[in-house]
């Protein structure tokens, strides 16, 4: 009898030594195997952003940050619109030519896929300063041609309601149009234009 119960609780102990030692084991193991992934705060500089633009109202912006970059969304009005054609001539790719600088869905007079939408890059492309929004018409400091846009104050270059470059300033490409699509009439995802469409 006492032999039967000194192999039931060997067998116990080592069961219970093997199980607590495999616990430990992977204890130690989970910090080691979790460093390999990317930490929060990288995850979130190159994973995909969600805007909710339901109370972006006509003619305001909004900004976010994606990949360390900020990203504008402006919704324009019927006046801004109406003003984009008006201006072909003063800028250096009205046809957004240069292909890098937006995902083809874009390559159109407003650069985006909803017209009323702009989703751009707040970097200038001339030294990667942040340009101002000028949405007036007409300023004093930007002279009587002036229709609205974006203004760099680092070296003067000019973009218009589209993020189209101006002739004649430093800033040698239009705005970059990051890739995006609209998850529904209010949500965009910047980051991934899987699927997306004009």
Known sequence: MSEKS????????TVATSV???????????????????????????APVQIDISKLEAGAMMRVMWRGK???VLRRTQDMLRRLGSNDAR?????????SQQ?????????????EILVLLGVCTHLGCAPLERFDIAPSDLGPDWIGGFYCPCH???????????????????LVVPP???????????????????
């Open 6 to 13: 000194g192999m039931s609780r060997r067998h116990f102990l």
């Open 20 to 46: 607590t030692g495999t616990a430990g084991v992977i204890m130690a193991a989970v910090p080691f195997v979790m460093s390999f992934r990317p930490n929060a705060r990288a995850q979130a500089l190159g």
């Open 70 to 72: 900020p990203v504008w």
């Open 91 to 99: 800028l250096r790719d009205p046809d957004s030519e240069v292909a």
């Open 103 to 115: 995902p083809p869905y874009a390559r159109n007079e407003t650069r985006s896929i909803k017209p």
């Open 156 to 174: 003067g270059s000019k973009f218009d309601l589209a993020g189209r470059v101006y002739k004649g300033v430093p800033a040698p490409t239009n």
């Open 180 to 198: 995006y699509r609209f998850l529904s009439a209010d949500l965009i995802l910047v980051g991934d234009d899987t699927g997306a469409k004009a």
